[in-house]
């Protein structure tokens, strides 16, 4: 429970700067805390009453929210999931009614996006302090204004924005060679305070991979031009491959994680399961992290995308199904889960279909008595923003698990060992995937690391001296 977390020092200052209602940043490396901090946040908001909304950049960062019904910014905005996005021309009345609205994997949303987000949450600020203004004139009484904050999450240094090649076009006219959030002047707009969280948790008990871990995440080629970090890498992770039955392939491309998953499956006797999602109501494949089409069979190896304690498995566990099935509550696997160790965890543990709720923000009215200033008595509405749930996507919660991109990683901790084929061609590609482990024992890379792996957008590593120096 959220109540009985313990922050360290790091997030208990950034949780006070949170909780004093200011507009903040939230950065840190892999494994630092953020989710954490972020949902215990949530809580206090909750507890307080205020009107909070959730969204993500990302369908699978949604997922990741699910206890607070979070959505997709393209969701809570009101936005097509595809093409380039203006800006709004009025806030929608969800934003308006939100004391605060909070934005997980900020890396990961386009400047344009953010353009929209940030000029929505302006326009619902001037709105609602108009509103405040004529109804504190009519009660007699001075205007409490309360802008509307917004909490943005992310780290600009892991995976960067998508630009497809539709877009590319456009983007490039209105953008020029920006992309990220902060290249926006919006973003000065909304005078974030940068929160830094330093102390990471993912890799606690091994300390000495975490610091080399934050000298590839920062990408200090002009201090180490001989790439020594990447020599200690190649030198003191997993000395040889693991075994497929308990380790997952990490790659860079979606064509050779895709060859891998399709090969391995094939090579096991017998006839294939297909299962395919089933969409209900305004659901997209956009907003959750399953497969639309899933193939599987016993001897499959999965890794398991969805948290249920319950049953025994975790987002991020690996496992192989043992046998497939179905009953009068429907179709199910039995799975044996691995351990951190490669060994069994956890056998026969049973997978069935999960729900994948796909969730809106929207306002719920109400009207409550209460006296002016003069002791009159007065009805005043009350505007609360709520979640429901639009549509729902209905699949099994575990993909493939012989191989997977570091994009779809990004986010996860991967327990079982991790072979890595440095694949490497974009911004903060290597930092995911090397941070994806706990220890360096965890994890085989495939060949050795040089600098033309090590790769870093020149625009993120001069905004984060900025925030270096801003946070000092």
């Known amino acids: 429970m959220r109540e009985n977390v313990k922050l360290s020092a790091d997030q208990e200052a950034a949780f006070q700067i949170m909780e004093a209602g200011e507009n903040c940043f939230l950065t840190g490396k892999a494994g630092t805390g953020k989710s954490l901090l972020i949902k215990k946040f949530i809580g206090k908001c909750k507890d ?3 009107n909070v909304i959730v969204c993500a ?5 949604a997922q990741g929210l699910s206890e607070f019904y979070a959505s997709t910014i393209h969701r809570a905005f009101g936005l097509k999931a595809k093409g380039i996005v203006g800006l709004p021309k009025k806030a929608k009345e969800e934003i308006i009614s939100a004391d605060v609205i909070i934005i997980d994997e900020i890396s990961m949303a386009r400047i344009d996006l953010f353009e929209h987000v940030a000029k929505a949450v302006q326009l619902a600020s001037d709105k609602k302090n108009h509103d405040e203004a004529i ?15 917004l909490i943005v999450v992310g780290d600009f240094t892991q995976l960067p924005p998508v630009v497809t090649i539709n877009d590319r076009d456009a983007m490039k006219s209105m953008f020029g060679s920006k992309k990220f959030a902060f290249q926006s002047k919006l ?80 090579e096991i006797d017998g006839s294939n399961y297909v299962s395919v999602a089933e969409i209900d109501g305004d659901a997209d494949m956009a907003s959750v992290n399953c497969e639309y089409e899933l193939v599987y069979k016993p001897g499959a190896k999965v890794l398991i995308i969805a948290n249920n304690p319950d049953s025994g498995y975790f987002n991020g566990s690996s496992g192989i199904i043992k046998k497939c099935g179905s009953d009068k ?6 799975v044996d889960i691995y351990g951190q160790d490669g060994t069994i965890k956890s056998e026969d543990v049973e997978v069935r279909k999960n729900v994948f709720k796909v969730n809106k923000p929207f306002v719920e009215e109400s009207t409550i008595e209460e006296l002016d200033a003069a002791d009159q008595p007065i009805i005043r509405t009350v505007k609360t923003v709520k979640n429901k749930e639009v549509g729902s996507i209905k699949q099994f919660p575990f993909k493939l698990g012989w191989a997977i991109t570091i994009h779809k990683a990004q986010g996860m901790t991967l327990t079982s060992g991790v072979n890595l084929k440095p694949e490497i061609w974009d911004s903060g590609q290597l930092y995911v995937a090397l941070s994806r482990v706990d220890n360096r024992e965890n994890i085989y890379i495939d060949g050795l690391l040089d600098i033309k792996n090590w790769k870093l957008d020149p625009a993120v590593a001069k905004f984060y001296e900025k925030i270096d120096k801003e946070w000092a």
């Open 48 to 50: 307080d009453n205020k």
């Open 57 to 61: 950049s990302t369908g699978a960062a």
């Open 135 to 149: 109804l504190a004139k009519k009660e007699g009484r001075d205007p409490d204004h309360k802008p509307i904050q």
């Open 187 to 266: 973003w000065g707009e909304m005078q974030f305070q940068p929160l830094v969280l330093t102390q990471v948790h993912r890799q606690d008990k091994d300390q000495e991979y975490a610091e080399r871990l934050n000298a590839i995440r920062r990408c200090d080629i002009g201090n180490d031009p001989f790439g020594e970090v990447l020599d200690w890498f190649n030198l003191n992770t997993a000395k040889k491959e693991f075994n497929t039955e308990n380790s997952i392939i990490l790659c860079g491309k979606n064509a050779t994680a895709k060859e891998e998953n399709e090969k391995r499956i094939n």
């Open 329 to 334: 509550y429907g179709d199910y696997v039995i």
